[in-house]
C-alpha cells in the first residue's frame, strides 16, 4: 500500500453526518449537484480494475441513492435513465458500457480505517464497491439492479474528512488520469493550506500509471498532468477551484510536485451562505414551475412497484410528469408521484 501523500492538514475533526446537494439527474440546472466523499475512500487502499469512469459511475449512483445509503436495500434504475445524464455531459450515446463499469465496480475492494476521534484508529473495513446484477436476463429487462453495502454506506455519511465532488464536472472530465487527480485536488481544498505535495513515485501510484508506461516526468507532465489542470482552470467556477502546480527538483531532476488549490469566489459566497442557513435535505432545489426537474429517489419507485404491482413504473412516471405541467409543484414529489400510481393501479383494477 503506498504511503499518504503529504498534505497540509488543519486537525482531524469527529465523524459528522453530511449530505449530497442539488439533483443529479438533472443536468441542465443552474444549482450544483455534488456528492460528499470521505478522502479515506478516495485516497485508501483500493484493489481491482476500477477506471475513471467507473469512479464516475459509482460518485453519480451514490448520490441518485443518497436517502438510502447504509441500509441493506436492492436498488433498481433503468440504464438508459443513467446513460442520458453521462450522455448529456459528453458520454457514450449506448449504455452498454453501464454493465461493464457495475462488473469492475463489483471486482473492486475497497478498504477504510478511522476512528471516532479522527486520530486514533478505532476500526477498519473491507467491502466492494458494489454489487449488481448483470446477468443476460436483467439487460434484456434494462434495468440496473445493485446495492452498496450497508457497511460503506455509513462510512460515506459519516466520514472523519471528506471531499465534496462537483458531480457533473467530474462526469464531464475527459481523459484517462483527469478525474483521479481532481478527486485527490477537492480533498485538499478544505485544508487550513489547501496544498498536495507528492513524491513522483507517489503520484504514479495514485493515478495507476501502469508499469513500464511514461516513465520520464516530462511525459507523465504532458500526457496526464496538464491536460487535466487545463480542464480544471479553465472551468474554475464550475470545478470550485483553481490549481497551480510546482516542480521541486533534487539536483537538475524533478522529484516532487506541489499542488496549490485556491477556491473560486462563486463557492467561497455559495459556503457562506450555506453556512448561514439551515440544513437542506439531500437533493434540494428551489421550486420551479416545471415537473422536469423534480427528483424522485429509487424508494419512490419501489413504493411505487408495490402499489401498482405489474405495471411499467417509468411509463407511469412519464404519465405523471406529462398530468403534473399544469399542476403546482408538489411539496412531496415521491409521496404524489406513489399516490398518482395507486390510483392508476386501482382504476384498472376496478370492474
Known amino acids: 500500500m503506498p504511503k499518504t501523500p ?10 459528522i453526518a453530511v449530505k449530497a446537494t442539488g439533483n443529479p439527474w438533472n443536468t441542465s440546472s443552474v444549482a450544483q449537484s455534488t456528492v460528499p466523499l470521505p478522502n479515506d475512500v478516495i485516497i485508501t487502499k483500493i484493489d481491482g480494475p476500477y477506471t475513471e469512469r467507473d469512479r464516475k459511475l459509482w460518485a453519480f449512483l451514490v448520490a441518485a441513492i443518497w436517502d438510502d445509503l447504509g441500509i441493506p436495500k436492492i436498488h433498481e434504475i433503468r440504464v438508459a435513465k443513467i446513460n442520458a445524464v453521462f450522455e448529456a455531459l459528453g458520454g457514450d450515446t449506448s449504455s452498454g458500457w453501464i454493465w461493464e463499469s457495475v462488473r469492475r465496480l463489483s471486482k473492486t475492494i475497497i478498504e477504510w480505517e478511522g476512528g471516532e476521534d479522527g486520530k486514533r484508529l478505532t476500526f ?32 460515506i455519511k459519516t466520514p472523519c474528512r471528506f471531499s465534496r465532488l462537483r458531480l457533473h464536472f467530474m462526469i464531464g472530465l475527459s481523459g484517462k488520469y483527469a478525474v483521479t487527480l481532481y478527486m485527490l485536488l477537492e480533498s ?23 508499469e513500464g508506461k511514461l516513465n520520464r516526468w516530462v511525459d507523465i507532465k504532458r500526457r496526464t498532468i496538464e491536460p487535466a489542470l487545463k480542464q480544471i482552470n479553465e472551468n474554475s467556477e464550475t470545478a470550485g477551484f483553481s490549481v497551480t502546480m510546482e516542480e521541486i527538483k533534487e539536483g537538475r531532476a524533478v522529484n516532487r510536485v506541489r499542488f496549490i488549490v485556491t477556491k ?29 426537474t423534480l427528483h424522485l429517489p429509487t424508494s419512490a419507485y419501489e413504493e411505487a412497484k408495490k402499489v401498482a404491482s405489474g405495471w411499467d413504473i417509468y411509463e407511469l412516471e412519464r404519465q405523471w410528469r406529462e398530468w403534473m405541467k399544469s399542476k403546482p409543484v408538489p411539496k412531496n414529489p415521491s409521496g404524489a408521484f406513489v399516490s398518482f400510481c395507486k390510483k392508476k393501479a386501482m382504476k384498472q383494477a376496478q370492474p
Open 124 to 155: 477498519m473495513g473491507v467491502s466492494s464497491m458494489m454489487s449488481g446484477q448483470i446477468t443476460k436476463e436483467s439487460r434484456a429487462t434494462g434495468i440496473l439492479r445493485f446495492e452498496i453495502s450497508a457497511l460503506l454506506g455509513e462510512v
Open 188 to 210: 485538499v481544498v478544505n485544508m487550513d493550506t489547501p496544498v498536495l505535495e507528492l513524491a513522483l513515485p507517489q503520484l504514479r501510484q495514485w493515478l495507476k500509471v501502469p
Open 6 to 15: 503529504k498534505t497540509y492538514l488543519k486537525k482531524s475533526v469527529s465523524p
Open 264 to 292: 473560486s469566489k462563486v463557492r467561497l459566497s455559495d459556503e457562506k451562505s450555506l453556512q448561514s442557513k439551515p440544513e437542506t435535505p439531500a437533493f434540494f432545489e428551489p421550486p420551479t414551475s416545471s415537473t422536469s
